[in-house]
């Protein structure tokens, strides 16, 4: 037989637009398929895991290609289709494959390369001169084959061993080599079940009782807890994770451990999933829709039979999670897949209990809150479901990654509170937007997709009123509940009463203590964490700002710091002013921390909580909060947004924003769009299921148009009038916008560079390109930025128009490589 030689081009997750080809050692000829990992060198040093995207016979002519070291799987990882998305997001969004590829694959499925240590076989340790550590390192060594960095900073007592280990090197006593680690484990449980014919043998059962009971009590109790598991279930089937059976009152391991020592239990291990959710517990039959849901389901199935895409315009509280239920139901029944967005904030565990108790034993998460091993057991669970097959993996919800996932025939795509803005990636490529990338993923699906809003995006109200989208509108409470009774606080004018105290105005504090006392709860929102905005001088108005960025730097109270938000920057709080020695020095504005504790003196008692990024680092912190409110323990919760996305509190009936002008006066197109929905969101967190509810805003702005269309409840309006300034202005929907954003640490290089670029670009875009220009924050971590914004209509050519952007900026890096310029592209930013 010939023997063939094959070529694979291996496409690597790195920021390049190529795929590099390897050759493939003969043994793994029949091992290699086109969307397997494969573990291939790069440069000198590194090893990476790439995805086989081609395999031929063809050399390559002008280099000898390296030969790929191992083929990891024996299946494809990924799919066709989902490889045709990855190029569409890599083309629409102007990034390259290979970082499509980084985002969508969960850690835990990119293997790494490790730096390890070993002694050079050609040194003469005669010859050698080593003080105590080197000592101490290369006998180590003489036992081991090599070491890993963490091995030896633990047995040199050095916390920064690399200093040390260069030395070694440079003198090639020692030579760093690179060994390919998996990340990913298994999750293995140990399992119980009965042993022998005990679980067949009634007498046998019998006689243990008797044996167990006079015997051996500690044991009897292990026994019945796991018989009491069995209940009606034969007990030849049945087994018990021994976690669990710990778990129960009076259970120990000595006890478990002696009824295996007497043949009774046997005990296996078993592969289990990590992220484990509660089997289903309801029936969905059970559930009475009110008029308006079913008549929203029925007509989002009618307009299903004429558009792909349909925004159900619901208001808050008024029942879309149990409409998303039913068409979950509907397709899942016919053996279909869904899949289902939510805003990673509002992936909470309650949230997860409450779509596991109808479809727990279906049902699949991923979000980027889950271990990289949780992520993989779920890319495998996607990647192994077949249609009509019913089990996990039918029903996915997840954050905006969960987009990348190897699909097999979804038939439903579910996009909740589709306006927010967490569905856009900002801080590295690929900056794609989920809400509108799921559109051409269900196209390429022959999906349906559904958005939902209680306040819809311009862009998808405006495709709905247009006649692209279909339109369905909920537009009553579930239950017949009230909407909340909106006061409007002009702060102006409590404070020429007097009535003002600190931040809270007469009205707000009568309802909170009244709320309270009749045993309710209070929402009281604040987007700005920390304890003040900022510290200025009084004497010589100094105000202290970040080193690395062109910000103020906020004052956090709890650690008596001042910290920069943006970059993490930190220094303590001066007792004087460090310019003229002055030691008045005032606190202007406030944040949630300051709000806790101005709440504490002003209603002594009362169990107050806060929720923000400085509280809700870890994901059981953030659990803790909202677990303790839920159950009642805390009377008012203050926070940020995190304390409205999502979250439904049947005992809140006070809301309220302390401030609503910081977030009208952003000097951004979106900015009352924003204020508007953050208006809504906010209010619709009241009077859920405790009567008639409260929202109060506190303004200084009491005429301000968002705020009088607020009043006014007409969202209609709203959009009417905003929709005529964004086709004054040239923005979305009627233009599409890229935006350039270039970097420097020298303001020089980056404006004679982003000014070099602009040129280039209106040479054939014309007047479609605006800037360069500094953006409201010009300098973060040290770096500069300007930004060139390109508007283009929407009928427009884009894909000539990115091609040509895309050949411009290589062109320009490529002139101006030896100047270090970093440039982002974003497309569609938000």
């Known amino acids: 037989m010939e023997r063939l030689t094959f070529f694979a081009d291996v496409l690597l997750p790195l920021p390049v637009d190529a795929l590099f080809t390897y050759r493939v050692p003969y043994e793994l000829n029949n091992r290699i398929h086109r969307g397997c990992r494969v573990i291939v060198p790069f440069g000198k040093k590194k090893i990476y895991t790439g995805l086989v995207m081609h395999i031929h016979e063809k050399a390559p002519d002008s280099i000898v290609p390296k030969y790929i070291h191992s083929v990891i799987d024996d299946q494809p990882v990924v799919t066709e289709t989902q490889l045709r998305f990855w190029e569409w ?103 119980i079940r009965l042993t022998g014919t005990l679980a067949e043998n009634d007498d046998q059962l019998r006689n243990l009782f ?154 699949v998460t991923f979000y980027s809150r889950m271990q990289p091993a949780g992520k993989k057991e779920s890319w495998d669970r996607i990647l192994s479901w077949k249609p009509v097959k019913k089990g996990k993996g039918q029903l996915i919800l997840g954050s905006r990654s969960a987009i990348l996932l190897p699909f097999s025939i979804p038939s439903l795509i579910i996009v909740d509170d589709e306006h927010d803005h967490a569905y856009k990636q900002y801080q590295s490529n690929p900056r794609f937007q989920a809400r509108d990338a799921v559109i051409y993923l269900a196209r390429l699906y022959a999906a349906k997709v559904l958005l939902g809003s209680a306040s819809p995006s311009f862009e998808s109200y405006y495709n709905a009123k247009s006649g692209r989208f279909g339109l369905v509108e909920l537009t009553e409470r579930y239950g017949n509940f009230i909407t909340p009774r909106v006061v409007m606080i002009d702060i102006a004018d409590e404070l020429r009463q007097g009535k003002m ?45 970040c080193k690395h960025c062109d910000v103020t730097l906020i004052y956090h109270k709890k650690f008596n710091e001042l910290r920069c938000h943006y970059c993490g920057y930190a220094e303590p709080a001066p007792p004087v002013c460090p310019e003229c020695g002055s030691p008045d020095l005032k606190m202007i504005g406030f944040g949630t921390e300051k709000i806790e504790e101005d709440l504490a003196l002003l209603m002594p008692g009362t169990i107050i909580r806060r929720l923000d990024l400085d509280i809700a680092r870890s994901k059981q912190a953030y659990h803790k909060i909202i677990d303790e409110f839920d159950e009642g323990k805390t009377d008012v919760l203050i926070g940020t947004q995190m304390i409205i996305k999502g979250l439904n509190f049947s005992k809140v009936s006070l809301t309220a924003i302390l401030n609503a002008d910081n977030m009208l006066s952003f000097p951004d197109f979106r900015s009352w769009e924003r204020a508007f929905q953050l208006l809504i969101q906010v209010s619709g967190r009241s009077g859920r299921m405790a009567g008639e509810g409260m929202f109060i805003i506190q303004t200084f702005k009491v005429n301000h148009p968002v705020i009088k269309t607020f009043l006014s409840g007409d969202y209609h309006d709203f959009f009417k009038h905003q929709l005529e300034d964004r086709r004054k202005y040239l923005y979305p929907p009627y233009y599409r916008l890229i935006r350039l954003r270039l970097r420097h640490k020298d303001p020089k290089i980056l404006e004679q560079g982003s000014s070099l670029l602009a040129k280039e670009l209106r040479s054939y875009l014309g007047k479609h390109v605006l800037g360069p220009e500094y953006p409201v924050i010009s300098r973060i971590r040290d770096y500069y930025i300007r930004h060139i914004l390109i508007k283009m209509e929407r009928d427009s050519a884009m894909v000539t128009v990115k091609k040509k952007i895309q050949e411009s900026i290589r062109q320009f890096l490529k002139e101006n490589s030896k100047k270090h310029i970093l440039l982002d592209i974003d497309v569609d930013p938000q």
Request: charged share 25%.
């Open 210 to 363: 008797d044996v167990l009971e006079k015997k051996a009590r500690s044991q009897f109790r292990v026994f019945m807890h796991f018989l009491r598991y069995a209940g009606n279930t034969p007990l030849r089937e049945v087994i018990m994770s021994r976690k669990e059976l710990l778990s129960r009152p009076d259970v120990t391991h000595a006890a478990i451990q002696q009824l295996v020592k007497k043949g009774i239990f046997s005990l296996e291990e078993q592969t289990v999933d990590r992220e484990k959710l509660p089997a289903p517990s309801r029936n969905l039959q059970q559930i009475l829709f009110s008029e308006p849901q079913q008549k929203a389901i029925d007509e989002i199935n009618e307009e299903f039979l004429e558009k792909d895409i349909v925004l159900l315009f619901g208001v808050t509280a008024s029942g879309k999670t149990m409409v998303y239920f039913h068409l979950i139901h509907e397709a899942l029944s016919r053996g279909e897949q869904v899949l289902v967005l939510l805003p990673e904030v509002s992936i909470t565990r309650r949230v997860l209990e409450e779509y596991a108790a109808y479809f727990g034993d279906q049902m």
């Open 89 to 191: 997001i890599s083309t629409y969004y102007l990034c390259s494959l290979g970082e499509v590829m980084d985002t969508a694959l969960p850690g835990a499925m990119k293997l790494t390369s490790e730096t390890r240590l070993a002694l050079n076989p050609l040194i003469n340790p005669v010859a050698e001169s080593f003080d105590e550590r080197e000592e101490a390192l290369f006998h180590a060594l003489m036992n081991k084959p090599s070491v890993s960095l963490q091995e030896a900073s633990h047995l040199l007592g050095i916390a920064d061993v690399l200093p040390f280990i260069r030395g070694l090197i440079d003198r090639r006593v020692i030579l760093p080599e690179e060994e390919v680690t998996e990340k990913y484990k298994p999750h293995k449980e140990t399992f």
């Open 501 to 545: 105290q600190i931040h809270f105005s007469s009205v707000l504090l009568e309802q909170l203590n009244d709320a309270v006392k009749k045993g309710f709860q209070a929402l009281l929102f604040q987007n700005r964490r920390g304890f003040a905005i900022r510290i200025q001088c009084s004497s010589c108005k100094w105000i202290p700002e």
